[in-house]
């Protein structure tokens, strides 16, 4: 799962906005960590002494209540949010956002 501090957007916004050309015909997913629940939550409780826990439905639950949700997810799972071929490592590279643990130190979040 990938996630993104807010505070990166909009220097992510004004590089592409100074620099139009480079960034152009490029698609460049903007997150911050893309780790699995299990990681986030080890590294919650590392940062927060907070001891956390995910329960999720199968999907054949989500298909019951919502169809469409359940194959996103499981697109998700097979090809992650951006899909295949996606430059994971290009938002490191060219704007250098918030890590998940930084992002927890930063803002002080407990749950």
């Known amino acids: 799962m990938n996630l993104v501090d807010?505070?990166?957007?909009?220097?992510?916004?004004?590089?592409?906005l100074r620099d139009p050309a480079k960034f152009a015909d490029?698609?460049?997913?903007?997150?911050?960590?893309?780790?699995?629940?299990?990681?986030?939550l080890s590294e919650f409780t590392e940062?927060?002494?907070?001891?956390?826990?995910?329960?999720?439905?199968?999907?054949?639950?989500?298909?019951?209540?919502s169809p469409q949700l359940a194959v996103m997810f499981d697109w998700f799972n097979k090809y992650g949010v951006y899909g295949p071929g996606a430059d994971l490592e290009a938002?490191?590279?060219?704007?250098?956002?918030?890590?998940?643990?930084?992002?927890?130190?930063?803002?002080?979040f407990k749950g």
């Not at 807010?6 to 592409?16: E, H, K, T």
């Open 26 to 40: 490029r698609v460049i997913p903007l997150y911050g960590d893309a780790k699995t629940f299990d990681e986030y």
């Open 47 to 65: 940062v927060t002494g907070v001891k956390a826990s995910v329960v999720f439905d199968p999907i054949e639950v989500q298909a019951q209540s």
């Open 6 to 16: 807010v505070a990166d957007l909009g220097p992510a916004v004004v590089a592409i």
């Open 91 to 108: 938002c490191k590279r060219e704007f250098k956002p918030t890590s998940w643990k930084d992002w927890l130190k930063k803002t002080g």
